[in-house]
């Protein structure tokens, strides 16, 4: 039962980490870049199913419902044009990305599906650590902050741990800890 808590826990989490992101794309006050976006919601959705492959079970939804949104942020950062500077790399971390999503097909194993598309995800966190490298105020850190924990939640909520279920959320959760010290020191050198 504890596990179902926590996992309704995450998704409130993920709600409450995605409905002020949203708001802030909606009145400008955010310009998250579209192709993180897509990379993040496309792997993450598939990370959800890998998962339930390998039993995650309850654990598992939070990275579904995440997906979902994720994906809709990425819609909502193309339809407002939020980026208009797109530079080669950010083309380059999209085609890698893009490229990898076939492995999981060709390899048929939920761990290998899960290995690259994790390393797919943390790359699609190459455009917008670029972008918030340059302009530190254009990202609300909250969301990112929430989003660690509630990965931390999700992982506590699996079923069955095994290094297919529990090195997504752990490895996002890491890369949102490192994001947000980065745009935190990027903030000092601009203001100091």
């Excluded at 995650?56 to 990425?74: E, H, K």
Aim: positive net charge; glycine residues 6%; proline residues 5%.
């Amino acid at each position: 039962m504890y596990k179902e808590i926590l996992s309704l826990v995450a998704i409130g989490l993920t709600f409450a980490a995605f409905i002020p992101y949203i708001r802030s794309i909606k009145h400008q006050q955010t310009r998250p870049h579209v192709f993180s976006w897509f990379i993040w919601g496309s792997t993450t959705f598939v990370v959800f199913l890998a998962q339930l492959a390998d039993k995650g079970g309850v654990g598992a939804w939070p990275i579904g419902v995440s997906g979902i949104v994720t994906l809709y942020i990425a819609y909502l950062a193309y339809c407002s044009k939020a980026v208009i500077s797109i530079t080669r790399t950010d083309w380059l971390f999209l085609l890698i990305s893009l490229s990898a999503l076939p492995f999981w097909y060709v390899t048929s194993d939920p761990l290998w599906a899960v290995i690259i598309l994790t390393t797919v995800d943390l790359l699609g966190f190459g455009p917008t650590y670029r972008k918030a490298w340059h302009q530190p105020y254009s990202e609300v850190l909250v969301p990112y902050a929430i989003i660690m924990v509630r990965n931390i939640l999700a992982a506590i909520a699996l079923e069955h741990y095994s290094l297919t279920t529990l090195l997504f959320p752990v490895a996002l959760a890491i890369a949102c800890v490192l994001f947000i010290v980065m745009v935190k020191l990027r903030r000092i050198k601009f203001t100091g």
